[in-house]
């Protein structure tokens, strides 16, 4: 099985995982709580002597877990934990593996609301340095003897900046921090942080990997590389048995079960349908940003763009180095800021709309919308102009696409 290519793995994963009468697709299963003949059994499931048996749908589903094994083999790790939410995930990875006094380290180039999270956690005793992570001596400059982790995301929303992942993943391991990466824009399909040393990989997975805007969902991967016995936030229930499964474990326990933000049977079902034409769509959505990325620059309207591989942009020799394709993620910056709104309004195609990683693609005002709560003084610090414009490029036709953006230029 593990020879095979990516999407054959997926398209045939819940078979291999186990489908009731030779179902293609994981059942939606959708009970609450599961019931057993023998009360030894009930008992021995809240023992943990009991494997592999469902109890209440809070802990996870049959379905959620054929979704769990399916994103965990794509990002090559050893097993994953699914959340309502991209942001619940993110969520229960900061409040299960970091206590008051802990440090973290995170770029400066996240998403809003991750920002925002950031600062929550910082009103709760967690140190938080946000720091310029497209070079690594910013990240190493910031370390302390009591910092837990370093959280990036692979291409930053809404900037599109990389950070130092091949260095930051080597500091990460020589200091034993984990390295959190969210993988959520570029999905498994275009790059793995495994191949960078990361210990945990985060998805939103309502937008690359399920891919058609109908589900909600997040998930973090453990990929094996983070040792865990050496980890003091692991409490003293989950430090049994095998150390790599310790960090799933508090995960799962502490952050899906207590917490309680858990991704329905019914969106887990319509995630992995998306996950199984992923690769088609990553190659395609970075196949037209490219080209749309490329007719913007060379536009006289247009005094920026910001798209991985392009070669003006800073990162781009890592983007081609590592990444299999830029992604459907593009920021620009018209000339006169001002224009912004009306050349939006003059867009045909594109849904003005907050979403991301959509089968259409949708057209966001970056600074008056997802950035205004921040305020100026945040927004000048993540760069973030009052003309940006924010492209998630879907799957329409490109020439549909370039002669809309020529139009509403013109
Ligand atoms: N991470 C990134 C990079 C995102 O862009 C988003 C949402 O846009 C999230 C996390 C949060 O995901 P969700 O909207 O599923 O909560």
Not at 330 to 346: G, P, V
Not at 363 to 383: K, L, N
Request: hydrophobic share 45%; proline share 3%.
């Amino acid at each position: 099985m593990t020879s095979r290519g990516f999407t054959t793995d997926i398209v045939h994963a819940d078979r291999a995982f186990g489908t009731e009468h030779g179902g293609v697709h994981q059942a939606v299963h959708s009970s609450t709580q599961y019931g057993f003949d023998k009360v030894e059994d009930l008992i021995g499931v809240f023992q943990g002597t009991l494997k592999g048996a469902y109890n209440y749908a809070r802990q996870g589903t049959p379905t959620t877990a054929a979704l769990e094994a399916k994103l965990a083999r794509m990002e090559g790790g050893l097993g994953a934990v699914s959340f309502a939410t991209g942001m619940a995930a993110i969520t229960a990875l900061f409040l299960t593996l970091l206590r008051a006094g802990d440090h973290l380290v995170a770029s400066r180039y996240v998403f809003g609301n991750t920002n925002s999270l950031l600062d929550t956690m910082a009103g709760l005793g967690v140190a938080v340095s946000k720091v310029d992570a497209t070079a690594v001596a910013h990240v190493a400059a910031a370390l302390r003897p009591e910092t837990r982790m370093v959280f990036v995301e692979t291409v930053a929303n809404p900037g599109t900046q990389i950070p130092d992942l091949e260095a930051i993943g080597a500091l990460c391991a020589e200091r034993g921090i984990l390295f959190v990466v969210d993988n959520t824009v570029l999905s498994p399909a275009l790059f793995r942080p495994a191949a960078v040393r990361a210990g945990l990989v985060l998805h939103s997975l309502t937008k690359t990997i399920a891919g058609h805007g109908n589900a909600l969902g997040g998930a973090i991967v453990d990929t094996g590389l983070f040792d865990w016995s050496a980890y003091p936030n692991i409490a003293q229930a989950y430090r049994k048995g095998d150390p790599r499964q310790w960090g799933l474990t508090q995960l799962r326990k502490k952050g899906l079960r207590d917490m309680g933000a858990s991704l329905s049977s019914q969106h887990a079902h319509a995630i992995a349908v998306g996950a199984e034409t992923l690769v088609l769509r990553a190659r395609q959505a970075s196949e037209t940003a490219l080209a749309l990325a490329q007719f913007l620059e060379s536009h006289p309207a247009v005094a920026r763009v910001h798209y991985p591989m392009l070669a003006s942009h800073p990162q781009n020799a890592q983007a081609i180095r590592l990444f299999k394709g830029g992604s459907w993620l593009m920021s620009f910056e018209l000339r006169q800021a001002d224009d912004c709104q009306a050349f939006i309004n003059r867009l045909r195609l594109p849904v003005k709309s907050t979403g991301l990683g959509d089968t259409r693609s949708l057209v966001i005002p970056v600074a008056h919308t997802i950035f205004w709560e921040a305020g100026a003084a945040v927004r000048a610090d993540m760069g973030i102009s009052d003309g940006l414009v924010r492209l998630s490029v879907g799957l329409e036709d490109a020439a549909d696409l370039l002669d809309d953006l020529g139009q509403a230029l013109r």
